[in-house]
């Protein structure tokens, strides 16, 4: 308990990192994911190419390798940013394709039929999509969201191993400080929970709100 | 050309004119972004054949073929331990005694709600275990949590009627896992059990974080070594490939294995999983198991 009381404002302070890294890569992630997932239906072909490699080498790519790349290797091209930014960059762009296949497997549920009904009806493409497909398609995208955002929360932990301020890089100088390390790691598990939980929970309550037939 | 979606109807000559349009101004914007990467690498310097020397040594090579076999040792032990944990997890979970149930259920949604990274840590650091040992306990832990549920949601997807009928035949609840209901649920779950392997395969790479020589950390070596002039860069151009074509096999794999049980007559009494890694949503709802 003294670890925790001794030391609120680091671990504070690491919280704070986490939830920082997990929403600013959530938001890019999201627009990203958007933006493939778009491409990805397109009816253009070398769109479609793009967003499939996209896709495809972010999913098979080691988060760790991808800091490593990122973190160590855009430096050689004279792109110089707070450490913070890159990691910001290389989670959301991993995330993006997790969210991108969510996404376009969500637009693929929604069954051809309706969309052929609102153009029958005269709708032009983006009432189409605005008003028919994506509602329904945003129902049954909620929960691999979710489950996406959550393994997001969990992976910004790597930004804590590249020397990013997070809540896992809150044990180096605890342990140097000699407090108990697996009292230390403990109150390091709690706010973990504490992240991935409570989006477990926001995204509960949308499923509740918007899912599918509850 | 295009799989049906309903987001338009299969095009017109206009429209297909107006696309190529689009198709040509794309395949331009992309042609371009690649060039400016390729020009980038090439005026700073990349494709120096001091920064490509060093793999043409025998010793290098070993060093990179030395880190991908530690690689792959941590990944069959990680995979075959959390095969062995997630079955253990599973039957703990799907047991009639309730504390039993309760403490499987608090072990599988405690480790999957945990970062792996911070278990890996942990093993490291505080109980003080070697790299290879922390990385596959870590790596067991985790995915061993997260097959149990692959496993649970496998055997309770199989068709109600299958499990009725094998009571009403007088086998005891051991019979009927055993006989009936896991191999069926085994067979549909096997794609999601090989996604799972993929995020495993992946992960091994963390072992980079904890000093365990596998092949990042090879490629690192390499990387930070003046002589060469630093060739950061052709590492990852080296070590990327090998990384991605791994996970595409294993997950090509998975697909291939969906594909061919979706014709399978032994799981007609199961939907057969999609190739996807396992989900991490606690508690509420779990999306369905098709």
């Given at each position: 308990m003294n670890v925790l009381l001794d030391n609120l404002s680091l671990y504070g302070e690491g919280l704070l990192g986490t939830v920082e890294l997990t929403v600013y890569a959530s938001l890019l992630a999201l627009v990203l994911g958007f933006l493939m997932a778009a491409f990805r239906v397109a009816p253009v072909a070398s769109l479609r190419v793009f967003g499939t490699a996209w896709v495809t080498v972010l999913r098979n790519t080691p988060l760790t390798l991808l800091f490593f790349a990122v973190v160590?290797?855009?430096?050689?091209?004279?792109?110089?940013?707070?450490f913070k930014l890159f990691a910001i960059l290389a989670l959301g762009c991993y995330t993006s394709a997790f969210i991108c296949e969510a996404v376009r497997s969500g637009i693929n549920t929604v069954p051809v039929g309706q969309g052929e009904a609102a153009r029958s009806l005269g709708m032009t493409f983006p009432q189409t999509l605005g008003e028919i497909v994506l509602p329904q398609a945003f129902r049954s995208v909620i929960p691999p969201i979710g489950s996406t955002l959550i393994a997001l929360a969990k992976n910004s932990a790597i930004a804590g191993a590249f020397?990013?301020?997070?809540?896992?890089?809150?044990?180096k100088p605890l342990s140097e400080r000699g407090y108990n390390i697996i009292w230390t790691f403990f109150w390091i598990a709690v706010g973990y929970l504490l992240v991935t939980l409570t989006i477990s929970a926001i995204f509960n309550v949308l499923e509740k709100r918007f899912g599918v037939a509850s | 050309m295009i799989t049906t979606?309903?987001?338009?109807?299969?095009?017109g000559p206009r429209t297909r004119a107006r696309h190529r349009l689009y198709a040509i101004g794309a395949t331009v914007a992309i042609l371009a972004l690649a060039g400016w990467v390729l020009y980038l690498l090439f005026t700073t310097g990349q494709f120096t054949a001091a920064k490509w020397s060093?793999?043409?040594y025998k010793g290098i090579q070993e060093l990179l073929l030395n880190g991908l076999g530690n690689t792959l040792k941590a990944f069959v032990l990680a995979a075959v331990l959390s095969l062995a944990l997630g079955a253990v997890l599973a039957v703990g979970r799907l047991s009639d005694h309730r504390a039993l149930r309760w403490v499987c259920t608090l072990v599988v949604e405690f480790f999957r709600a945990m970062p792996l990274l911070v278990m890996i840590f942990f093993i490291y650091?505080?109980?003080?275990?070697?790299p290879l040992p922390a990385l596959v306990a870590g790596l067991t832990l985790y995915n061993g949590s997260v097959l149990a549920e692959v496993f649970r949601s496998g055997v309770n997807a199989v068709d109600r009627g299958q499990r009725e009928a094998a009571y009403a035949l007088g086998m005891r609840k051991t019979q009927v896992m055993t006989h009936v209901l896991v191999p069926q649920a085994v067979r549909a779950m096997l794609p999601a059990i090989i996604s799972q392997l993929v995020v495993a395969l992946k992960d091994t790479s963390l072992g980079f974080l904890i000093t365990y020589e596998e092949f990042l950390h090879a490629g690192k070596l390499i990387a930070s070594n003046l002589d060469y002039d630093l060739p950061f860069i052709p590492v990852v151009m080296v070590i990327s490939p090998v990384y991605i074509g791994m996970c595409m096999l294993l997950s090509w794999l998975a697909n291939w294995v969906a594909r061919r049980q979706q014709r399978?007559?032994?799981?007609?009494a199961v939907a057969v999983a999609a190739a996807e890694p396992g989900n991490?949503?606690?508690?509420?709802p779990q999306p369905p198991v098709r």
């Open positions: 160590l290797g855009l430096p050689r091209f004279g792109l110089v940013l707070p020397s990013v301020v997070e809540l896992l890089g809150v044990y | 979606t309903a987001l338009y109807d299969v095009p060093p793999f043409l650091v505080a109980l003080q275990v070697a399978n007559p032994k799981v007609e991490l949503m606690t508690g509420g």
